[in-house]
């Protein structure tokens, strides 16, 4: 077993109460608990719809709308622009990763609910900015696994910082402090898989003249750091993206796709090789898909590909409902059971992960869309929303009716977005 010297992630931290708690403003509504809380309790119907916060383009400012009334309630300043923003894996807070400047911070979307009983209280606070970021080389990846997050920090290769990871949920961003940390011996561009008490990632030869790594790792959580319980002699050259399911752990390869099985805790890799009809020089760069299903969607620069996790195949993804359709962004409903493809004719493409994405609705939302343009696909967590953001207008999808509006119109170019709010609960979580 490897011993790792001490933590060198350095946490802006100080000391605040948890929002809203002795807040005058704060107001409060009690639910009651369902009876199986364990087991798939859906509350929603009573949860709010929640808030979008919207970072302007290049401009160090994040706009939370209330989506309630879809009127703009609050502008939060942060340090530098956000190169990305997410959501915390229970949507309390928002994620504002600046990469270049090497700084995580996080905004507090002000809705949150807490058990009491045989309730739960909701609270709905204003929205703010913590006192809470974290500071590390080049924060690149966030990887949101049931109720907690990886954020991976790449180093930098120029002034020889080592890359590190650190685990967080929505408990330890309220009472500022990470739950685990690591650091490893080089800098490299990789990724992190949380599964239970272990995380699944990334290595990489100090030696080799690439960012990105080639090997697998997995370590063990032990209270705030890691032990390191395996390495996996399945190669995996120019590693760069990963995916879970309820079954399997994958990653992406210059040459294919290492998949990982679990069994208590023994862990066992297999290499899934590209076909010999993907192009030369393609490779499969981004792995996304659902839970519920072992057969994943694998993105690149070539062609869209399904990734049979047990079948070991990999096959093209003919997701074109008609010739001449390319698609210009995409995104996953809340619950991750449809992924969604916004196409050059202004219409959303559904598919449906229990039938092997097969396409399932196209949906018009705009009339015309530039051939170039990259619209946001933002999910509701608490209904059956998408909201597609795209120049100055957010347009909201209800995926039951499949009706379109246009909610809010923006004042100003959009850089990243993030829905904020109490999620529901999936009978199928895990």
Same mark, same amino acid.
């Given at each position: 077993?490897?011993?790792?010297?001490?933590? &060198?992630?350095?946490?802006?931290?100080?000391?605040?109460?948890?929002?809203?708690? +002795?807040?005058?403003?704060?107001?409060?509504?009690?639910?009651?608990?369902?009876?199986?809380?364990?087991?798939?309790?859906?509350?929603?119907?009573?949860?709010?719809?929640? &808030?979008?916060?919207?970072?302007?383009?290049?401009?160090?400012?994040?706009? *939370?709308?209330?989506?309630?009334?879809?009127?703009?309630?609050?502008?939060?300043?942060?340090?530098?622009?956000?190169?990305?923003?997410?959501?915390?894996?229970?949507? &309390?807070?928002?994620?504002?990763?600046?990469?270049?400047?090497?700084?995580?911070?996080?905004?507090?979307?002000?809705?949150?609910?807490?058990?009491?009983?045989?309730?739960?209280?909701?609270?709905?606070?204003?929205?703010?900015?913590?006192?809470?970021?974290?500071?590390?080389?080049?924060?690149?990846?966030?990887?949101?696994?049931?109720?907690?997050?990886?954020?991976?920090?790449?180093?930098?290769? #120029?002034?020889?910082?080592?890359?590190?990871?650190?685990?967080?949920?929505?408990?330890?961003?309220?009472?500022?402090?990470?739950?685990?940390?690591?650091?490893?011996?080089?800098?490299?561009?990789?990724?992190?898989?949380?599964?239970?008490?272990?995380?699944?990632?990334?290595?990489?030869?100090?030696?080799?003249?690439?960012?990105?790594? =080639?090997? *697998?790792?997995?370590?063990? @959580?032990?209270?705030?750091?890691?032990?390191?319980?395996?390495?996996?002699?399945?190669?995996?050259?120019?590693?760069?993206?990963?995916?879970?399911?309820?079954?399997?752990?994958?990653?992406?390869?210059? !040459?294919?796709?290492?998949?990982?099985?679990?069994?208590?805790?023994?862990?066992?890799?297999?290499?899934?090789?590209?076909?010999?009809? @993907?192009?030369?020089?393609?490779?499969?760069?981004?792995?996304?898909?659902?839970?519920?299903?072992?057969?994943?969607?694998?993105?690149? &620069?070539?062609?869209?590909?399904?990734?049979?996790?047990?079948?070991?195949?990999?096959?093209?993804? =003919?997701?074109?409902?008609?010739?001449?359709?390319?698609?210009?962004?995409?995104?996953?409903?809340?619950?991750?059971?449809?992924?969604?493809?916004? !196409?050059?004719?202004?219409?959303?493409?559904?598919?449906?992960?229990?039938? +092997?994405?097969?396409?399932?609705?196209?949906?018009?939302?705009?009339?015309?869309?530039?051939?170039?343009?990259?619209?946001? *696909?933002?999910?509701?967590?608490?209904?059956?929303?998408?909201?597609?953001?795209?120049?100055?207008?957010?347009?909201?999808?209800?995926? =039951?009716?499949?009706?379109?509006? =246009?909610? *809010?119109?923006?004042?100003?170019?959009?850089?990243?977005?993030?829905?904020?709010?109490?999620?529901?609960?999936?009978?199928? #979580?895990?």
């Amino acid at each position: 077993m490897k011993t790792f010297t001490p933590s &060198r992630l350095f946490l802006a931290i100080a000391f605040v109460a948890l929002a809203g708690c +002795n807040n005058s403003d704060t107001k409060i509504t009690e639910l009651p608990v369902a009876e199986d809380p364990g087991h798939g309790h859906d509350h929603h119907a009573e949860l709010p719809v929640g &808030r979008l916060a919207i970072s302007e383009a290049d401009q160090p400012v994040v706009h *939370i709308f209330d989506l309630e009334s879809n009127q703009l309630i609050e502008t939060v300043t942060l340090t530098n622009p956000a190169s990305a923003l997410y959501a915390s894996p229970d949507n &309390r807070f928002a994620v504002a990763v600046q990469r270049n400047e090497d700084t995580v911070e996080f905004i507090d979307g002000g809705l949150w609910q807490e058990l009491h009983g045989d309730h739960y209280d909701q609270h709905k606070d204003e929205p703010s900015l913590t006192s809470f970021s974290l500071t590390d080389a080049k924060p690149t990846h966030y990887v949101p696994r049931g109720d907690k997050a990886a954020v991976f920090f790449d180093g930098n290769k #120029d002034t020889d910082t080592v890359a590190g990871l650190a685990v967080l949920d929505d408990e330890s961003i309220a009472t500022n402090k990470v739950i685990a940390e690591h650091h490893f011996d080089t800098y490299m561009h990789g990724t992190a898989e949380i599964r239970g008490d272990y995380v699944l990632t990334t290595l990489r030869d100090p030696s080799s003249e690439s960012t990105l790594p =080639e090997q *697998i790792t997995l370590l063990e @959580m032990h209270g705030d750091h890691f032990h390191q319980e395996q390495v996996f002699d399945v190669m995996c050259p120019a590693l760069h993206g990963s995916y879970q399911t309820e079954d399997y752990i994958a990653f992406a390869c210059g !040459d294919g796709i290492v998949s990982i099985k679990q069994d208590g805790n023994l862990f066992s890799a297999q290499k899934l090789t590209n076909p010999t009809t @993907m192009p030369e020089g393609v490779r499969i760069g981004s792995l996304k898909g659902s839970e519920e299903s072992n057969v994943l969607i694998g993105l690149s &620069r070539g062609g869209v590909f399904l990734v049979d996790l047990e079948e070991n195949q990999i096959t093209p993804f =003919e997701w074109q409902p008609e010739p001449d359709i390319n698609y210009l962004s995409y995104g996953f409903d809340g619950h991750h059971e449809h992924m969604a493809m916004l !196409d050059n004719t202004g219409k959303l493409n559904l598919y449906a992960a229990e039938d +092997n994405w097969q396409l399932s609705a196209r949906i018009d939302v705009f009339d015309s869309i530039e051939a170039d343009a990259k619209p946001l *696909i933002i999910a509701s967590k608490a209904h059956e929303h998408l909201y597609v953001i795209h120049e100055h207008h957010v347009m909201t999808v209800n995926l =039951e009716t499949q009706e379109v509006t =246009e909610s *809010i119109h923006l004042d100003f170019d959009a850089g990243k977005a993030a829905w904020l709010g109490i999620k529901g609960e999936h009978e199928h #979580d895990h």
